[in-house]
T-cell receptor, first 113, second 116 residues
Framework: GNSVTQMEGPVTLSEEAFLTINCTYTATGYPSLFWYVQYPGEGLQLLLK?????DKGSNKGFEATYRKETTSFHLEKGSVQVSDSAVYFC????????????FGTGTRLKVLA | GAGVSQTPSNKVTEKGKYVELRCDPI?????LYWYRQSLGQGPEFLIY????????DSGLPNDRFFAVRPEGSVSTLKIQRTERGDSAVYLCASSLRSGRGYNEQFFGPGTRLTVL
């Protein structure tokens, strides 16, 4: 069945450092891929998405490219801020049916001033 | 406009008791999803409604779990004979569903259930 694997955290970075959070997936067909973010005390928010191979999703300085050849959707940001401290979830949905999300286990990011 | 709301925000119950968790989706959203997020894990799918009917309940862990959406709007997740392992955050999400293709799911803040 479909699954998502993302790097374990926590990831601790200094402000303005470069961020990469790895995400790989297993799926039949051509799933849609997502990054969600959960700030402390808040609900899940969609950060970015890509619905087909080679698409790049971007938002708030974060980017991720849908790589079908490596089944990956790594999250990157060139310069993190303290306010980026949160838990990041990689997720996919199938191409038909219920469109239910399958999430990774989440990666906690802590950015130090 | 208003987002997805869930009540209560916190629920503490004793083992063996019955609980109901409520979800109010965004107005006009016909698709509604329930997920469960255990500590340190990502959310896991429980059940999906399209309108009033449960189109996919393959994620419900056992027959103690049941959900309804009688009028195609508000949904209630019901858990009978709760067990300590049911302790988790229960998330609700809703989306538009206008035929084929993906529509973004909007998540509520969740209900934190603690079974003592």
């Amino acid at each position: 069945g479909n699954s998502v694997t993302q790097m374990e955290g926590p990831v601790t970075l200094s402000e303005e450092a470069f961020l990469t959070i790895n995400c790989t997936y297993t799926a039949t067909g051509y799933p849609s891929l997502f990054w969600y973010v959960q700030y402390p005390g808040e609900g899940l928010q969609l950060l970015l998405k890509a619905t087909k191979a080679d698409d790049k999703g971007s938002n708030k300085g974060f980017e991720a490219t849908y790589r079908k050849e490596t089944t990956s959707f790594h999250l990157e940001k060139g310069s993190v801020q303290v306010s980026d401290s949160a838990v990041y979830f990689c997720a996919l949905t199938g191409t038909s049916g219920t469109y239910k999300y399958i999430f990774g286990t989440g990666t906690r990011l802590k950015v130090l001033a | 406009g208003a987002g997805v709301s869930q009540t209560p925000s916190n629920k503490v119950t004793e083992k063996g008791k019955y609980v109901e968790l409520r979800c109010d989706p965004i107005s006009g959203h016909t698709a509604l999803y329930w997920y469960r997020q255990s500590l340190g894990q990502g959310p896991e799918f429980l059940i999906y409604f399209q309108g009033t009917g449960a189109a996919d309940d393959s994620g419900l862990p056992n027959d103690r779990f049941f959900a309804v959406r009688p009028e195609g709007s508000v949904s209630t997740l019901k858990i009978q004979r709760t067990e300590r392992g049911d302790s988790a955050v229960y998330l609700c999400a809703s989306s538009l569903r206008s035929g084929r293709g993906y529509n973004e799911q909007f998540f509520g803040p969740g209900t934190r259930l603690t079974v003592l």
